[in-house]
């Protein structure tokens, strides 16, 4: 069923006579709504105006309502609360739930494997992870802040610098024991690989100083995301080439080892970011503030310091 069209006088008239009602004064209404006694006024002559009748007697500088004006007078001010109990109902929704975006190897392998203490210190806070290697625009999505992998700072977003993306050759302490020993990166890349083709294997090649015609050899098994292509490694099928930051925890914990101790440097880094008007909201400020101390933390607990260094790449 279509509802009829609303025949709803300009919002800011509305605005400033049911201020000026309350008041029944058109200087306090002005310096409620931040605006002058003459445009106050002015915006009533217009409601007066598109309604044909006065709402207002005007008499030795001061002014009344009229019979209409106090008949629809409570009824304005009763429509402006549903409008702030409306819009504080989204506001406390928006207040109580924290969406980040974020790929997903950087989701599985090192945010939420710390989220625990960040919903530990907001209790309150419901988080939601969005994982996609998407680029979020946060005009049109949910996201309050998102985690990208890009070379240079976002314009127009607010941007704080994470780390650096160290790229190595990683595999299994079983996989190295049974093809290796990897002198060279030549000997890397003579190996079985998973996804030979990742664009990084030609960067860390380059890096360490291997012959490019090795490149050539594609033996081994294609998947499509790091974070397979790391279990890969994992599970012995093959020398993955992976940010070597978020496997650190297999890489310490000796589930991952280095075939070739050189490692290479992508051209991207990862950067916090928001729009510059959530600068100051609780939940972004907080979170803010838990994931910057979070990245000063790993060089406490023996991540690489070179990982972290905002350096030119």
């Known amino acids: ?3 009829p069209m609303r025949q709803i006088p300009p919002l800011s008239a509305i605005r400033a006579f049911e201020s000026a009602a309350r008041h029944e004064n058109f200087t306090q209404a002005a310096a409620e709504l931040g605006m002058t006694q003459a445009a106050v006024s002015y915006q009533i002559r ?5 309604l044909g009748l006065p709402l207002f007697h005007r008499v030795k500088r001061q002014v009344r309502l009229t019979e209409t004006g106090r008949r629809i007078a409570p009824l304005v001010s009763g429509a402006f609360d549903g409008l702030d109990d409306a819009f504080g109902i989204a506001r ?5 739930v924290l969406t980040i975006s974020c790929s997903s190897t950087f989701a599985s392998n090192w945010l939420a494997k710390r989220l625990g203490r960040f919903q530990v210190q907001r209790p309150g806070l419901a988080v939601r992870l969005d994982t996609t290697d998407r680029i979020v625009d946060f005009a049109h999505d949910d996201a309050d802040v998102a985690i990208r992998n ?5 314009p127009g977003l607010d941007t704080h610098f994470l ?3 160290p790229i190595a050759p990683l595999a299994s302490a079983d996989f190295i024991a049974r093809h290796g020993p990897f002198k060279s990166p030549d000997d890397v890349m003579c ?6 083709d990742d664009q990084w294997w030609a960067r860390w090649l380059n890096s360490a100083g291997g012959n490019p015609a090795k490149l050539a050899s594609r033996v ?3 998947l499509d995301l790091q974070v397979l292509d790391g279990n890969a490694a994992i599970a012995g099928q093959g020398i993955a080439i992976l940010n070597a930051a978020l496997w650190w925890q297999e890489i310490r914990s000796g589930t991952l080892v280095q075939s070739h101790p050189h490692i290479a440097y992508s051209r991207g880094r990862y950067w916090l970011v928001y729009p510059e008007y959530r600068r100051n909201t609780p939940k972004v400020k907080a979170f803010r503030e838990w994931m ?8 406490v607990d023996g991540f690489p310091a070179a990982f972290t260094e905002a350096v030119d790449i």
């Open 220 to 222: 081994g098994v294609r």
């Open 46 to 50: 217009l409601l007066e105006e598109r």
């Open 292 to 299: 910057l101390e979070e990245m000063r933390a790993e060089q």
């Open 163 to 165: 780390m650096r993306v």
């Open 1 to 3: 069923m279509i509802s």
């Open 150 to 154: 890009s070379a240079n700072p976002s």
């Open 92 to 96: 406390a929704a928006s207040d109580t």
């Open 191 to 196: 190996a079985p690989r998973v996804s030979p």
